[in-house]
């Protein structure tokens, strides 16, 4: 069985719920073992995930690796430069190449169309670390995060201020399959991806667009931010002074509910998109967040390869 893991509705509501209950029990039964340490199933023993790499990373390349690992596989390794896609070849000709020698492929780039074109002929499942469009992996681990704060996801109200980028689509998305609400505050140019709003809002989603970041703000269980201007961005000085009445700071925080929390996907911009107040203070779960990566991923490439 193969599951392509390109935007969050290719697994739906039921199986995301069923991965994130999966994280939560594979990562409780790690505690206190060796990171490098294989789980006791070790479901994936004998597997191997290529990991492609068009954009520079930290938290998708280590958290990919040890996800594979302590499932029992092996991760390969791999940049666009260091392979004839860097090159040339085309990226249907790489997706059945690689079919040949691994058990599913991770890429991390820019254009949404090149991952579809993956899946498309590739005869092992492929996973989105991210795309321009969507960054699915993240909001897996920002969901299970959320959970373990003790909020439940049906009928929670998230914040999400800033740029309505890839981070806020996946959001948007999972607000729909798994029934909980978004108040989006952008500048006027950086609403997000209205497919993605008018999907959500048909499945029962309440999507709201706003400009104004403590109206976004006020009643949340969560608020979301992410780096105002992504790699290879034009135009930052005339971005940033656009977001500036969008960062999170104390005021913000002051507006949320008195236990809600604080994320962003790092890597964080401070006193840009966030002060240090609070990125680093009592209400923050960034590095929570960062490690769920691992946790999330790994009922991921579970599903994918039809082990969940």
């Known amino acids: 069985m193969m599951n392509h893991f390109l935007n969050l509705?290719?697994?739906?509501?039921?199986?995301?719920?069923?991965?994130?209950?999966?994280?939560?029990?594979?990562k409780a039964a790690r505690k206190g073992l060796p990171k490098g340490l294989a789980d006791a199933d070790a479901p994936l023993a004998g597997h191997v995930l290529a990991m492609i790499f068009e954009k520079n990373s930290t938290r998708t390349r280590t958290s990919f690796e040890m996800a594979i690992r302590q499932l029992g596989g092996q991760p390969m390794m791999?940049?666009?430069?260091?392979?004839q896609l860097g090159r040339g070849e085309?990226?249907?000709?790489?997706?059945?190449?690689?079919?040949?020698?691994?058990?599913?492929?991770?890429?991390?780039?820019?254009?949404?169309?090149?991952?579809?074109?993956?899946?498309?002929?590739?005869?092992?499942?492929?996973?989105?670390?991210?795309?321009?469009?969507?960054?699915?992996?993240?909001?897996?681990?920002?969901?299970?995060?959320?959970?373990?704060s003790g909020k439940a996801l049906?009928?929670?109200q998230i914040a999400y201020l800033g740029d309505g980028n890839n981070v806020t689509s996946s959001i948007i998305e999972a607000a729909g399959l798994l029934k909980f609400n978004v108040a989006i505050a952008s500048p006027e140019g950086y609403d997000p991806d209205p497919a993605f709003v008018a999907q959500a809002r048909e499945r029962g989603a309440r999507i709201d667009i706003?400009?104004?970041?403590m109206?976004?703000?006020?009643?949340?269980?969560?608020?979301?931010t992410d780096t105002w201007v992504s790699m290879g961005q034009a135009h930052a000085d005339e971005k940033i002074a656009a977001m500036m009445p969008f960062q999170v700071n104390d005021a913000v925080m002051a507006a949320a509910k008195d236990d809600a929390i604080f994320l962003h996907c790092l890597?964080?911009?401070?006193?840009?998109?966030?002060?240090?107040?609070?990125?680093?203070g009592p209400q923050s779960r960034i590095w929570d967040e960062a490690e769920n990566r691992l946790h999330a991923q790994k009922s991921v490439l579970l599903w994918a390869l039809g082990k969940l």
Do not use: W, Y
């Open 210 to 213: 706003m400009r104004d970041a």
């Open 215 to 224: 109206a976004a703000a006020k009643g949340a269980d969560v608020i979301i």
């Open 9 to 26: 509705s290719d697994a739906g509501g039921n199986v995301l719920a069923a991965m994130l209950n999966d994280a939560m029990d594979r």
């Open 78 to 83: 791999m940049t666009s430069d260091q392979m």
């Open 154 to 156: 049906p009928g929670l």
């Open 267 to 280: 890597p964080a911009h401070r006193e840009e998109e966030v002060t240090a107040s609070v990125i680093d």
């Open 90 to 148: 085309t990226i249907e000709d790489t997706a059945q190449v690689l079919s040949r020698f691994v058990d599913a492929i991770m890429i991390r780039t820019d254009d949404h169309a090149k991952i579809e074109a993956l899946a498309a002929n590739a005869s092992v499942p492929v996973i989105n670390g991210l795309t321009d469009q969507s960054h699915p992996c993240q909001i897996l681990a920002d969901l299970l995060t959320i959970l373990e």
